[in-house]
């Protein structure tokens, strides 16, 4: 045993607990600095603005509560499942976010950019004082209702979203405005349209209808009476939906026999027929099908119908000027300077926007980092967040602004927000 004085042993404890002071201090600056760049991170530039994942985060939220009224956060995904099952759960949750905030990325924030860029050097201001008025009220209604908006900020959705969301859709508007106007849908366009897509204005032929099946596949006669002796009662007076409920051998008579809305070519060709030439309120004589026998009750029947070429004006120049609107969006977005820093899809380039092209995305195979994307903070590990929040690249629309107007703080991350905007 090797003899260490007091004072001596002192001083090796104290390096010692240094030393794991150092490293402490260390794992929790990684920590820190993980946790940053997933809620702070740049997960995109567009022409040299950056888009922040937490403006990613709190537009899905706001357009999923817009949508269903509700948050699927606040819902357990392995309730009532354990070891593998839950975990798997866990994570299909978490990657689910992780697609949605991709989707968004993708869809809505991305082009919003190309599309502001568009304008800035076309020199035309789409969000006039006006309009800034009317989203500014439109953000104000949102959150005037004190449950909602306590209710939007605990899932980490501010008025700032809300402004953003407003602002993408002004901009898109005047850019389809501005892409029909240079083109607008004519005469023959319409017509060629209304030509190429004649199912798009038909309405097909739909029968409701109720029925009551004597199963018997071999046609016995003994089945035949009795499906004989139930039609006596319907002539007779008894009720056809209490008669389907007591004799019918299939699912449908514990509601009266009803099949519900079918068009042609969905029930068998005898039943059909049979069906067709019945009107509204009418039973059938015995209908023999390869199932057995069938009494059937015509509740309504619509014919099938085609709009004219007039009537589908409208929409026809809704369907062509969307198109025309996706093309050129589309082809403004290709043109764009675009560069991603989030989960990247090696197949595609871009973030993945199914679950399936996650899943490519994380495999070793195809060249992806592995599992270290962070479906919470929808950036993987390594993801240049806080080196491009302070590498001089300008932020989206106004955020220097913000911050000179006393704007709310968006997680460290005003880029890809609206100028101005307080809670």
Not at 317 to 341: H, M, P
């Amino acid at each position: 045993m090797v003899y260490m004085s007091k004072a001596k042993r002192k001083r090796v404890l104290r390096k010692r607990f240094l030393a794991l002071a150092i490293v402490i201090v260390c794992i929790a600056a990684v920590f820190v600095a993980i946790w940053q760049v997933q809620l702070g991170g740049t997960l995109a530039k567009v022409n040299g603005t950056s888009i922040r994942s937490g403006t990613v985060n709190g537009l899905d939220s706001y357009l999923e509560y817009m949508q269903t009224g509700q948050f699927s956060g606040d819902t357990d995904p392995a309730a009532g499942l354990s070891g593998s099952a839950e975990a798997d759960a866990k994570q299909t949750a978490k990657d689910t976010v992780l697609v949605q905030d991709n989707s968004i990325l993708i869809n809505v924030c991305v082009p919003f950019e190309a599309i502001k860029t568009h304008f800035e050097n076309e020199g035309k201001t789409i969000l006039t004082e006006e309009k800034k008025a009317e989203i500014k009220e439109t953000t104000d209604a949102v959150f005037s209702s004190a449950d909602t908006a306590n209710q939007l900020r605990s899932h980490g959705v501010k008025k700032s979203h809300v402004a953003y969301y407003q602002e993408y859709v002004a901009y898109v508007t005047a850019f389809q405005e501005e892409v029909l106007e240079n083109g607008p849908v004519t005469d023959e366009d319409a017509q060629a349209y209304y030509d190429e897509h004649p199912d798009y204005f038909t309405t097909p032929l739909s029968m409701q209808a109720s029925h009551i099946l004597v199963s018997d596949p071999e046609h016995t006669p003994e089945k035949l009476a009795e499906a004989e002796s139930i039609l006596e009662q319907i002539k007779d007076g008894a009720d056809f939906a209490e008669l389907a409920n007591e004799y019918s051998d299939d699912g449908s008579g514990e509601d009266g026999g009803d099949l519900g809305t079918f068009g042609a070519g969905q029930m068998v060709e005898p039943f059909e027929e049979a069906a067709l030439a019945l009107e509204p309120g009418e039973v059938s004589d015995i209908v023999e099908t390869e199932f057995g026998y069938h009494i059937i009750k015509l509740a309504g029947k619509t014919e099938e119908s085609v709009q004219t070429l007039e009537e589908a004006r409208e929409t026809i120049d809704s369907y062509v000027g969307g198109e025309r609107t996706t093309e050129a969006l589309d082809k403004l977005v290709e043109e764009s300077d675009i560069q991603y820093s989030g989960l990247i899809n090696p197949e595609t380039g871009k973030p993945p926007i199914s679950l399936s092209e996650l899943e490519s995305a994380r495999n070793p195979s195809l060249g992806a980092e592995g599992d270290s994307g962070s479906a919470e903070g929808g950036l993987p590990e390594g993801a240049e967040g806080s080196a491009e929040a302070a590498d001089g690249a300008p932020d989206a629309e106004g955020s220097a602004e913000a911050g000179a107007d006393g704007a709310e703080t968006e997680e460290s991350d005003s880029g890809g927000l609206p100028s101005g905007q307080t809670e």
